[in-house]
């Protein structure tokens, strides 16, 4: 079946730093979704991204669509305690198919 | 407030039995999710609804069953056939069709067979 690929699988960074992590498909998707999990929490939405080459920004996050729309980039500017937890893209083909998830990149923030 | 609520937050379930885990939206969403979720690792879909009384196979559904007989509820029943049942389950919704695509998160239901 179709698959996300998320990189890097898990990441230990020092608070203030800035993060990349990003996400491929072998798939073009029309919707690209980036979601934080706390621990034994449900995933939240971050950002929503609908166009090849938008950028989008939430605070201190934003996330690109990718130009070729097999893939898309979350970025996380001067990291904070609280950013930890798992970061998951997920994509769709089209609002009839399903959402599919990436395997989801975990992030530790050392103090 | 407009949300998804799933409940139990726990459940413990002896080898053998089945149970069903809840899950009710009121955001008015037309599609529903159930995915499941092991130590470190992703989300894999058991089955989802589109719309009422249909729905699909994800790509896990053995030993799990689901009905949608309300655009609200979207119960999961982990049958005893399921033979790996301890996880965490996470139940969404999405509005789908022409209204958008982001899928909004229950809070989780751990289950722990015993």
């Known amino acids: 079946g179709q698959q996300l690929n998320q990189s890097p699988q898990s990441m230990f960074i020092q608070e203030g730093e800035d993060v990349s992590m990003n996400c491929t498909s072998s798939s073009i998707f029309n919707t690209w979704l980036w979601y934080k999990q706390d621990p034994g929490e449900g995933p939240v939405l971050l950002i929503a991204?609908?166009?090849?080459?938008e950028l989008t920004s939430n605070g201190r996050l934003t996330a690109q669509f990718g130009i070729t729309r097999k893939d898309s980039f979350l970025n996380i500017s001067a990291s904070i305690p609280s950013d930890v937890g798992i970061y998951f893209c997920a994509g769709q083909k089209s609002s009839y198919d399903k959402v599919i998830f990436g395997p989801g990149t975990s992030l530790s923030v050392i103090p | 407030d407009g949300g998804i609520t799933q409940s139990p937050k726990y459940l413990f379930r002896k080898e053998g039995q089945n149970v069903t885990l809840s899950c009710e939206q009121n955001?008015?969403?037309?599609?529903m999710y159930w995915y499941r979720q092991d130590p470190g690792q992703g989300l894999r879909l058991i089955y989802y609804s589109q719309i009422v009384n249909d729905f699909q196979k994800g790509d896990i559904a053995e030993g799990y069953s689901v009905s949608r007989e309300k655009k609200e509820s979207f119960p999961l029943t982990v049958t005893s056939a399921q033979k790996n049942p301890t996880a965490f389950y996470l139940c969404a919704s999405s509005k789908d069709g022409t209204g958008g695509t982001e899928a909004f998160f229950g809070q989780g239901t751990r289950l722990t067979v015993v």
């Open positions: 955001l008015n969403h037309d599609a």
């Open positions: 991204l609908y166009k090849a080459g």
